[in-house]
């Protein structure tokens, strides 16, 4: 089951996730506002795109967030035909159902999820269509992907949970030892230690993607040990709201979720798709686009820090911010050597930067500080 399976889930529990419309604010991040498109020559010609999501487009999570960047595209280039299909199973008829919309006419496809083979099976049989899979890993010909650089968010995250931790104990609360989850809690424990090298994370994996028991569990364990920061990666706030109840802090993924915790809510590692979604048509309108390009959205045009949290002080905030700014306008690598594993290995030189297709899908080892991975 991958990431994205979960997420189509959240709907199930009836969250109103406040703040998801405008998932940037209080971040300034000016890049994800696709400029006004003015139809030119060729645009005339017959454009169509389609949306294909794992759930429903009304989650308040991140199937919402793929409707939404549709929608943009319909405002910025009202010329171009739109389509979606929701609720999606992954199985052969998610298949059919591709390859019908490639039939009726789909110049592009946008996966909200990897569907991997049962999307291959499609474009095989539809060259003329472009697939584009969120979190896919096959880039070749008509077949491309896109994903979130969300370890430069989640390290920033990890900066705040650093200067604000009395215990020095942080803790995660994730899914499966998979290298999204590596990357996430990596990141995050290396922003703490880049301004308090006392920290340590202790990780607590419910082995699923969307278990609000064991989520609600995983979270007081962590607290109970000790923990007064958290972070995850998980669809529900049930983390967030654990953290309000016993007064501690905590960050969260994909949307604003503080209205669940507002006195406990850090900020959040967001995800926006409008700029990914609306420059890649444009390149289609002008016939620069490149199906088989990989994609990984940065900082500022795709992910983002949510904007703070109420009780986050003046001083973090500033500190913190000073470090963004610079990945925004300087390109600031900041996971960079040495780093060492949890057996004291040095697994990144002195000075070298993490590549970032490695920080995608291949960081497989948790990093010196971090229990609960290995």
């Known amino acids: 089951m991958s990431r994205r399976d979960f997420l189509r889930l959240s709907g199930l529990l009836g969250l109103t996730l406040t703040g998801a419309s405008s998932l940037l604010a209080g971040c300034t991040p000016t890049a994800t506002?696709?400029?006004?498109?003015?139809?030119?020559?060729?645009?005339?010609?017959?454009?169509?795109?389609?949306?294909?999501?794992?759930?429903?487009?009304?989650?308040?999570?991140w199937d919402m967030l793929h409707h939404q960047a549709m929608l943009a595209v319909k405002e910025k280039f009202?010329?171009?035909?739109?389509?979606?299909?929701?609720?999606?199973?992954?199985?052969?008829?998610?298949?059919?159902?591709?390859e019908q919309l490639a039939t009726d006419g789909a110049n592009i496809i946008f996966l909200a999820t990897d569907y991997s083979d049962l999307m291959y099976a499609a474009a095989v049989n539809h060259p003329e269509t472009i697939f584009l899979e969120c979190n896919g890993h096959k880039a070749e010909g008509n077949v491309g992907w896109f994903y979130v650089e969300h370890w430069d968010p989640s390290y920033l995250i990890g900066m705040a949970a650093g200067l604000m931790t009395k215990s020095n104990k942080l803790g995660y609360v994730g899914s499966f030892p998979y290298?999204?989850?590596?990357?996430?809690?990596?990141?995050?424990?290396?922003?703490?230690?880049?301004?308090?090298?006392?920290?340590?994370?202790s990780t607590v994996l419910v082995n699923s993607w969307f278990d609000p028991a064991a989520e609600r569990q995983a979270a007081?364990?962590?607290?109970?040990?000790?923990?007064?920061?958290l972070f995850g990666i998980m669809a529900t706030p049930v983390y967030l709201q654990v953290a309000e109840e016993k007064g501690a802090m905590a960050a969260t993924w994909t949307v604003d979720s503080r209205a669940f915790g507002p006195n406990a809510y850090i900020s959040s590692c967001l995800s926006d798709w409008v700029y990914y979604y609306t420059t890649t048509v444009q390149k289609y309108i002008d016939g620069t686009l490149i199906a088989s390009e990989p994609t990984l959205l940065p900082i500022g045009k795709g992910t983002d820090r949510d904007a703070w949290g109420e009780k986050v002080p003046e001083d973090v905030r500033t500190k913190v911010?000073?470090?963004?700014?610079?990945?925004?306008?300087?390109?600031?690598?900041?996971?960079?050597?040495?780093?060492?594993?949890?057996?004291?290995?040095?697994?990144?030189?002195?000075?070298?930067?993490?590549?970032?297709?490695?920080?995608?899908?291949?960081?497989?080892?948790?990093?010196?500080?971090?229990?609960?991975?290995?």
């Open 220 to 229: 007081e364990a962590l607290i109970n040990s000790g923990a007064d920061m």
């Open 321 to 374: 911010d000073a470090v963004r700014e610079k990945m925004l306008t300087e390109g600031l690598q900041v996971l960079k050597g040495p780093i060492y594993d949890t057996k004291s290995t040095l697994r990144v030189k002195e000075g070298e930067i993490m590549d970032k297709l490695y920080l995608y899908s291949k960081w497989d080892w948790a990093v010196e500080g971090v229990t609960g991975m290995d």
């Open 179 to 201: 290298s999204s989850v590596y990357t996430s809690v990596n990141s995050f424990h290396l922003g703490a230690r880049s301004v308090n090298p006392e920290v340590t994370t």
């Open 78 to 98: 009202p010329f171009v035909e739109t389509a979606y299909v929701e609720n999606q199973p992954y199985s052969a008829e998610a298949t059919r159902t591709l």
């Open 33 to 61: 506002q696709a400029p006004t498109i003015i139809p030119s020559a060729a645009a005339q010609k017959k454009v169509k795109i389609a949306v294909f999501h794992g759930g429903p487009i009304n989650d308040e999570g």
